[in-house]
């Protein structure tokens, strides 16, 4: 997903509220996948880094329980590395610079932005409301 950041002579880089909501789209979007064991445990996980849908090869049978439980613990963390990468990619797009490394958690990361992004809305709402009452205050 290519994200664009509207810039402004004064602009230092960040996203408008345009570009925020394209990166909430995009994050919704945005998927984890590992593997382990030589791709006989498959796991995928959504943007939360919740675990979504796991694979096992029937051949994983083989293994004793201790192995396949280590092995499957390694394809979910490598699915939620790769979905932190995509995340840390789709960041620094909309910034136009590399996202930092250590990106927070990606779901309190963009849960704050909306949160932010609702706050001001409400606010901005709010603004609307007073000045209708005033004007009607006036007549």
Do not use: C
Request: proline share 3%; charged share 35%.
């Amino acid at each position: 997903m290519e994200v664009q950041v509207a810039k402004k002579e004064h602009d230092v880089g960040y996203p408008d509220e345009a570009v925020l909501r394209q990166m909430e789209d995009g994050l919704g979007d945005i998927t984890g996948e590992g593997e382990a064991a030589g791709g006989l445990v498959r796991a995928v996980t959504d943007a939360a880094g919740r675990l979504v849908k796991i694979t096992f090869n029937p051949r994983v049978m083989r293994m004793d329980s201790q192995e396949l439980a280590e092995e499957t613990g390694a394809a979910v963390r490598r699915a939620q590395e790769d979905g932190q990468r995509r995340t840390r990619e789709l960041v620094g797009e909309a910034l136009g610079r590399s996202a930092p490394e250590g990106l927070p958690d990606h779901t309190g990361f963009w849960n704050g932005l909306r949160e932010m992004r609702e706050a001001f809305d409400r606010s901005m709402t709010d603004r609307e409301a007073e000045v209708a009452r005033r004007l009607r205050d006036l007549d």
